[in-house]
């Protein structure tokens, strides 16, 4: 487990194991929630990540107003 120091300005700098294991890159977007006393990051994927990911799922039907 790896111990970081939040800065003065709130910063902290994710290890380079960690980045590593979760494929973050410089200037990628993560979420920061607060979950009982702790504070977990989650990567955010761009939307086009998850094309293709559900190829089970039929497709939408429209309501003809809506075309």
Do not use: C, H, Y
Request: aromatic share 4%; charged share 30%; hydrophobic share 40%.
């Amino acid at each position: 487990m790896a111990v970081v120091t939040v800065s003065p300005k709130f910063q902290v700098v994710i290890p380079k194991d960690v980045r590593e294991k979760l494929n973050i890159k410089p200037g990628q977007k993560v979420e920061a929630f607060a979950v009982g006393n702790r504070v977990e990051l989650v990567p955010v994927e761009p939307i086009r990540n998850l094309r293709g990911a559900f190829p089970d799922l039929p497709p939408l039907e429209r309501e003809p107003d809506r075309l």
